[in-house]
């Protein structure tokens, strides 16, 4: 809970893929379905969080999304968990992977691109959406 507290407005308005709150993490911690879950942490703290989602709602390609602590970014932890999250979803089966990133986001699209992701030219609610295959 106290990594989602401590996420920034800009965290937030970027990162929201369920509410960021008690009830939220309570549910994660919680999930029994076919959708991933994963934080990268140390004995104190977690440094990053990481989903694949989509499998319970029945898609085939699953959904991709990352948030990394403000005071751990620039150390390679995105990469490592993106990469973790690509061999989770390899063992599973899938053959590619989704997500949507903010076009103001320049930071994670770099990240996204250099991982090898591809994104198309229109927008989905707003935000551009990538594909990488595995």
Not at 72 to 99: C, F, M, N, P, T
């Amino acid at each position: 809970m106290r990594f989602f507290v401590s996420l920034s407005e800009e965290d937030r308005r970027f990162f929201h893929p369920h509410p960021l709150t008690e009830a939220g993490a309570r549910l994660v911690c919680e999930h029994s379905g076919a959708d991933l879950y994963y934080a990268l942490h140390t004995e104190e703290r977690i440094l990053a969080y990481g989903m694949l989602r989509g499998w319970d709602a029945g898609f085939e390609i699953p959904s991709l999304g990352m948030v990394v602590a403000a005071d751990s970014r620039g150390r390679g932890l995105g990469k490592v968990v993106v990469s973790l999250l690509h061999e989770a979803a390899r063992q599973r089966g899938a053959q590619r992977i989704r997500l949507k990133v903010y076009s103001e986001n320049k930071v994670a699209q770099r990240l996204y691109r250099s991982l090898g992701y591809t994104f198309r030219d229109e927008l989905e609610d707003g935000q551009l959406v990538g594909f990488s295959d595995l």
